[in-house]
């Protein structure tokens, strides 16, 4: 079975100083992986090397068996990629339903078409209130981004990279200060993402991604530490070492 | 723009021919001409956030091609205006590739840089330009027998031009493609993360900016029958970003506007005040201070402040 994504000897550095050292990643279709590691690990430096925001110094990147190293970012998203950002990144002038509209578009031919008015794709906009149901933003649909929570948007976040069905969604951080109770609502949201949607997260809220990941990747200085089963990483001593200092 | 003001708009527009003299309605033909090219570049600068500084580029290659084209072979203008757009429309597709490299000041620069090149050309190479004397000699069209050479006929020509430059774009404004381009204008980097090709968003705009220009240009030599080099200069761009700023940019009204400041500045004030650039600077500045992102959307919130403080008062 080819994997969702085949990563082998990724590198990245800046100005001398490596960010990602010589990583190899391979997920299987469907997993829930989990990629940990403290402050600086190179988590996101990982994710924005597999989308394509950032170019690769060396490696290989495989999304369902093809090649996408020399890809643009649009070129991966459209092969069925999609991510959240851990900084917030939407249109906060916009209503959330554009938004998501904005989402929806990067899929049709449509998103082309210059001379029809966008406001008469109301299929467009019926599917973005669809999948904003779908977050539970379902009465906030019509509202400005900027007047809703923090939580709120997090949540957009989450609604945009499911708006596109992706295959693989990189998720980073996506609880990142959220209130318990918010913590609660995106966990559940998460944990019903239909399994022909692999998903990487990054995430530092511990209770809530080990519930979450059957394998976790530990990541420091750039490089992969510990890969292997919940259990298997919890317990490994070079995890203690690398997060408790000791 | 709402359809009661685009109505009292076309209002406003339609009557002035029947109102003014001569001397207005020339002054309407120019400020409509400078609205087509202020909106153009209101494509990349307002929706695209890509702020041009060689934009006279297209206006005067238009203008330049119309005219050489006429003066060398003796063509007709039902040859020579599209030749003139196709040959500008291609130049915009070229100095894209070149400017689309870089986004910010970057952008700016290569755009300045492209301008100024061309300025330069039509300034030295005398054999085509005819240099610092510009090509002059020429005529208007006249469609379907009409003569254009009088002021109201012109106008109603301009007019209708006008109208349907601003018809496209309002509908460029509003479509799907509108939308992904002030989503590039926003967050490129969401969008490249959704999927959209920001570069090639960029380029068909800079490419459309380039036709609109165009499509102005043709308008301003018919109008004036002569063309300088001035026309492609950096004093022409700034004027009409300034136009484009002044009104306030990413607006569909906003162009207009500031067109209209700047054209009635430059020819009407300037009849009265010998220093009218200084006034035109004020002016800026004025707007700049107390409505930075232009008269449009600042007056639209006076008035909603002013209208919400007395809510007895017919809202318009």
């Known amino acids: 079975m080819t994997l969702a994504l085949d990563v082998t000897g990724l590198a990245k550095s800046f100005g001398g100083l490596p960010a990602t050292?010589?990583?190899?990643?391979?997920?299987?279709?469907?997993?829930?992986?989990?990629?940990?590691?403290?402050?600086?690990?190179?988590?996101?430096?990982?994710?924005?090397?597999?989308?394509?925001?950032?170019?690769?110094?060396?490696?290989?990147?495989?999304?369902?068996?093809?090649?996408?190293?020399?890809?643009?970012?649009?070129?991966?998203?459209?092969?069925?990629?999609?991510?959240?950002?851990?900084?917030?990144?939407?249109?906060?002038?916009?209503?959330?339903?554009?938004?998501?509209?904005?989402?929806?578009?990067?899929?049709?031919?449509?998103?082309?078409?210059?001379?029809?008015?966008?406001?008469?794709?109301?299929?467009?906009?019926?599917?973005?209130?669809?999948?904003?149901?779908?977050?539970?933003?379902?009465?906030?649909?019509?509202?400005?981004?900027?007047?809703?929570?923090?939580?709120?948007?997090?949540?957009?976040?989450?609604?945009?990279?499911?708006?596109?069905?992706?295959?693989?969604?990189?998720?980073?951080?996506?609880?990142?200060?959220?209130?318990?109770?918010?913590?609660?609502?995106?966990?559940?949201?998460?944990?019903?993402?239909?399994?022909?949607?692999?998903?990487?997260?990054?995430?530092?809220?511990?209770?809530?991604?080990?519930?979450?990941?059957e394998r976790i990747t530990l990541l420091h200085y750039g490089k992969v530490i510990v890969e292997g089963t919940r259990a298997e990483v919890v317990a490994h001593p070079r995890t203690r070492e690398v997060y408790l200092g000791a | 723009m709402n359809a009661k003001g685009l109505a009292a708009f076309a209002l406003v527009l339609a009557a002035l021919p029947l109102m003014g003299g001569d001397y207005y309605v020339n002054l309407g033909s120019q400020i409509l001409?400078?609205?087509?090219?202020?909106?153009?570049?209101?494509?990349?600068?307002?929706?695209?956030?890509?702020?041009?500084?060689?934009?006279?580029?297209?206006?005067?290659?238009?203008?330049?091609?119309?005219?050489?084209?006429?003066?060398?072979?003796?063509?007709?203008?039902?040859?020579?205006?599209?030749?003139?757009?196709?040959?500008?429309?291609?130049?915009?597709?070229?100095?894209?590739?070149?400017?689309?490299?870089?986004?910010?000041?970057?952008?700016?620069?290569?755009?300045?840089?492209?301008?100024?090149?061309?300025?330069?050309?039509?300034?030295?190479?005398?054999?085509v330009t005819n240099g610092d004397n510009g090509l002059s000699g020429l005529t208007r069209p006249a469609p379907f027998g009409i003569n254009l050479d009088g002021a109201h006929a012109f106008y109603w020509f301009t007019l209708?031009?006008?109208?349907?430059?601003?018809?496209?774009?309002?509908?460029?404004?509003?479509?799907?493609?509108?939308?992904?381009?002030?989503?590039?204008?926003d967050q490129p980097r969401r969008m490249a993360a959704l999927g959209h090709n920001v570069w090639l968003v960029r380029y068909v705009t800079f490419i459309t900016a380039g036709f609109w220009a165009a499509v102005s240009g043709l308008l301003f030599v018919w109008y004036h029958k002569f063309i300088h080099p001035h026309a492609l200069g950096l004093t022409n761009s700034a004027e009409t970003l300034?136009?484009?700023?002044?009104?306030?940019?990413?607006?569909?009204?906003?162009?207009?506007?500031?067109a209209a400041i700047v054209v009635l500045l430059k020819n009407y004030v300037s009849a009265f005040v010998e220093r009218w650039t200084m006034l035109l600077g004020f002016v800026f500045l004025v707007i700049v201070l107390f409505m930075p992102d232009g008269l449009v959307p600042g007056v639209k919130r006076l008035w909603e402040r002013f209208s919400g403080q007395r809510p007895k008062e017919p809202r318009a």
Request: contains cysteine; aromatic residues 8%; hydrophobic residues 55%.
């Open chain 1, 21 to 213: 050292n010589d990583v190899s990643l391979a997920i299987e279709p469907g997993e829930r992986r989990l990629i940990i590691g403290p402050n600086g690990a190179g988590k996101t430096t990982l994710f924005n090397l597999i989308t394509g925001d950032l170019p690769a110094d060396a490696g290989s990147i495989k999304l369902f068996g093809e090649e996408v190293v020399r890809l643009r970012t649009d070129q991966r998203a459209q092969l069925g990629l999609a991510r959240t950002f851990q900084i917030i990144t939407l249109f906060p002038k916009d209503t959330l339903a554009h938004n998501v509209v904005l989402s929806l578009l990067a899929r049709t031919p449509a998103r082309w078409h210059a001379f029809t008015p966008l406001a008469a794709r109301r299929d467009l906009y019926a599917r973005a209130r669809a999948v904003l149901a779908g977050v539970g933003l379902a009465d906030s649909a019509e509202r400005p981004l900027a007047q809703v929570s923090y939580g709120e948007k997090r949540r957009v976040e989450i609604a945009m990279a499911l708006a596109q069905s992706p295959k693989l969604l990189l998720l980073d951080e996506p609880l990142a200060g959220l209130s318990m109770e918010e913590r609660q609502t995106v966990q559940a949201l998460l944990a019903a993402i239909p399994r022909d949607i692999t998903i990487i997260m990054i995430e530092h809220d511990m209770d809530t991604a080990l519930a979450f990941a």
């Open chain 2, 33 to 127: 001409i400078a609205a087509v090219f202020a909106l153009s570049l209101n494509l990349l600068v307002g929706y695209g956030g890509l702020t041009s500084l060689g934009h006279a580029a297209y206006m005067g290659v238009s203008a330049y091609v119309s005219g050489w084209l006429f003066l060398k072979f003796g063509m007709g203008h039902l040859a020579s205006a599209p030749i003139a757009l196709l040959f500008t429309t291609a130049m915009a597709a070229l100095f894209g590739l070149i400017a689309l490299r870089a986004s910010g000041i970057g952008f700016l620069m290569i755009t300045l840089a492209l301008g100024q090149v061309l300025w330069g050309l039509a300034f030295r190479w005398v054999t």
């Open chain 2, 160 to 185: 209708i031009v006008f109208a349907v430059s601003f018809a496209c774009i309002i509908a460029f404004a509003n479509s799907p493609f509108g939308a992904v381009l002030r989503g590039t204008r």
């Open chain 2, 242 to 258: 300034l136009m484009v700023i002044a009104g306030g940019s990413g607006t569909l009204a906003g162009p207009i506007v500031g």
